[in-house]
């Protein structure tokens, strides 16, 4: 008898109003080649233009807060190498998350988050901006609510805060096939209960909570998405850009990158910051 999938995700990741793109809406995500073309004849330029430039002449102004990216689910930190590399060239001092794949339970990996954006604020004496791509801004989101003391800025990129069940079926399957091996004993994994259980609900009520005051809040998104439904990432809350752009290619587009940048501050918003622990850098 063949294997059934079932949907394990809770049913109040996906209220009302909102829908898993069809299955053929993932064909929509082909578009990433020409993304990634589009990446490359940038950076062709970029060199160009920086061959062309005196030595002198070359040096950048730091800009603002420091920078964290976040990956998406399944993702790593090599994701956002590309969009990295092109905000460290605008002046941005960019950091990465230190999650080799976001595979795990989400309320484990906001924990790592919290930690990473610690250490980065007591080293640069400074609140830190977030960018998180899918699941990675969802997870920038609920860290901000919690520790607004660390987070001075967040950008999300295609991230579906409003229904983190609204995505495509080959994720609900990549989920199943965790959560299946997570029962399993294979360690490190989401496991059914942060997908349909209390860590679920929670890491969904932190992406729903008002954002505190005097932290800016960006939510970037795309018709064009094929992965998540678009409307699940138009927060109420956030300042609400729209690009044209698939799911994949909102990391590595470079019209993509010049809306984060766009939507970063470039000036530093205090010269130190004060963490829950009494410490002061």
Avoid at 101 to 112: E, K, R
């Amino acid at each position: 008898m063949a294997h059934v999938s079932t949907n394990p995700l809770a049913d109040f990741l996906l209220p009302e109003g909102f829908a898993a793109p069809g299955a053929g809406a993932v064909l929509r995500e082909g578009s990433a080649v020409v993304e990634i073309g589009r990446f490359a004849l940038r950076a062709a330029g970029d060199r160009r233009h920086r061959r062309d430039t005196s030595y002198a002449a070359r040096a950048v102004p730091r800009l603002g807060d420091p920078v964290l990216l976040v990956p998406g689910f399944l993702a790593g930190d090599g994701t956002l190498a590309l969009m990295s590399r092109s905000l460290r060239a605008q002046g941005f001092r960019t950091y990465r998350s230190h999650i080799h794949a976001n595979i795990g339970c989400t309320l484990n990996a906001a924990a790592q988050l919290e930690a990473r954006l610690e250490s980065i604020a007591i080293r640069r004496g400074s609140r830190v901006q977030v960018v998180g791509h899918s699941l990675g801004g969802m997870l920038a989101r609920g860290v901000a609510v919690r520790r607004p003391d660390l987070v001075s800025n967040v950008v999300t990129l295609g991230s579906p805060m409003l229904a983190p069940g609204a995505h495509h079926r080959s994720l609900s399957a990549s989920v199943e096939m965790l959560v299946r091996l997570s029962k399993a004993g294979v360690p490190g994994l989401m496991a059914e209960d942060c997908v349909a259980g209390a860590c679920a609900r929670r890491s969904f009520e932190e992406c729903r909570a008002a954002m505190p005051a005097g932290i800016g809040f960006a939510a970037v998104y795309s018709r064009r998405d094929g992965i998540v439904d678009w409307r699940a990432c138009i927060d109420p809350a956030a300042h609400q850009v729209e690009v044209t752009a698939s799911h994949l290619g909102m990391a590595f587009d470079p019209r993509v990158i010049d809306v984060v940048a766009d939507n970063l501050l470039r000036t530093s918003a205090a010269s130190a910051v004060e963490v829950d622990r009494g410490k002061s850098a």
